[in-house]
Nanobody, 114 residues
């Protein structure tokens, strides 16, 4: 069974950058998309970024120009660069692989606070 292991979260101050990582425990052996989600008011989770099989990235409006999603060359990891951190970025960030099956990471806590 494939697991996604996330890292990179923590308690940080506003401003600056943070990079989250999500690595598959084994070769995913397939074509898929990657996404990052976080909790949102009145939603269980909202998708903040997605990178598709053509490496086209899409973002929700509130994180555009601050978040950058990218994938590893071997396709077995995804990253989320958060620039100019804001307090509203606080939350648990979950990665998700969308392929023949959907696989979720366990989440990594990001707390942005002065």
């Amino acid at each position: 069974q494939v697991h996604l292991v996330e890292s990179g979260g923590g308690l940080v101050q506003p401003g600056g950058s943070l990079r989250l990582s999500c690595v598959a425990s084994t070769d995913l052996r397939g074509i898929g998309e990657w996404a990052w989600h976080r909790p949102a008011p009145e939603k269980q989770r909202e998708r903040v970024a997605l990178i598709d099989t053509d490496d086209t990235a899409t973002y929700i409006g509130s994180v555009k120009r601050r978040f950058t999603i990218s994938r590893a060359n071997n396709g077995n990891a995804v990253y989320l660069q958060i620039d100019n951190r804001k307090t509203e970025d606080t939350g648990v960030y979950y990665c998700k692989w969308i392929g023949a099956v959907n696989i979720w990471g366990q989440g990594t806590q990001v707390t942005v606070s002065s």
